[in-house]
């Protein structure tokens, strides 16, 4: 079997994958839904979901560090990484032990392909359909739900000291345009830092939404950025609905009505 993963790298597979190894924490909750988890044999400490899967599996470093003793004494027939998560150099060095297939997840289509390539790639084809269906559905009531909502400016921060915000280019931004919020800093790239005196000078700013991840926004910090703004009012989201791609959108949807 051959096939092309997101970033255009030709794959080849004689076989299905047995021991695969996951260095991102949205895929690895898409396994265990897939219902991959006994195939699952190493992990990154960020994998949280489903809450006991450390327990049994092995531990191989995070996102951006990883332990390379580790993965080879594992043995993988396949390493999944991800574009943004991963840096080249690691996907370098899981190239060089198996098989590395690298996901680039922009929108909700680019989301849906990679879990029907997942699905292909480990024999689960039914499985993988089933949860495209239940996006589908989800994501068809969602814009339904959200068709006569008024659009509203907002800014999505990830980061303090330095302050960061969500840019374009990005899979956050891309929910945050679903969701009819329209992000002052889509002209920036990726993830600019952000002077908190200049966004001040936006009269117009509606919402700022304080992300529950990287950073562990709290609700002092809701006092503490209402003071760079006029009007807009701050709100503390659940990063993980608005940056874990794969499954977790069966749930995102829901989760968006909450916020109007």
Known sequence: MKLQDQIAR??????????????????????????????????TKFCIHPALLKETKTIVGGTKSINIDKIKALQPD???????????????????????????IFTVDDNLALIKQYGHIFSVE???????????????????????????????????????????????????????????????????????????????????????EPYPFKKEHILEIENYTHQAKAVLVDGEMFSWYGSRLIKAFEYFKTLH
Not at 18 to 30: A, F, G, Q
Not at 192 to 205: G, W, Y
Request: overall charge negative; some cysteine.
């Open 10 to 43: 030709i794959l080849t597979f004689d076989k299905t994958p047995k021991r695969i190894i996951s260095l991102v924490p949205s895929l690895t909750e898409l396994l265990v839904d897939l219902g991959l988890e006994d195939a699952i044999v190493g992990i």
């Open 78 to 104: 396949i390493i999944l990484c991800n574009k943004e998560e991963n840096s080249k150099e690691i996907v370098k060095i899981c190239e060089e032990i198996a098989t590395t297939h690298v996901s680039d």
């Open 126 to 212: 039914k499985k993988a359909s089933e949860i495209i269906e239940k996006i589908n559905y989800e994501f068809t009531n969602f814009k339904e739900f959200i068709t006569h909502k008024e659009t509203k400016t907002a800014v999505y921060f990830i980061w303090k000291d330095p302050w960061m915000a969500v840019g374009n280019n990005t899979f956050i931004n891309h929910l945050l345009a679903l969701n009819k919020f329209d992000n002052i800093y889509q002209n920036k790239e990726r993830y600019p830092e952000i002077d908190l005196e200049e966004m001040k000078l936006n009269t117009n700013l509606d919402f700022i939404l304080l992300s529950s």
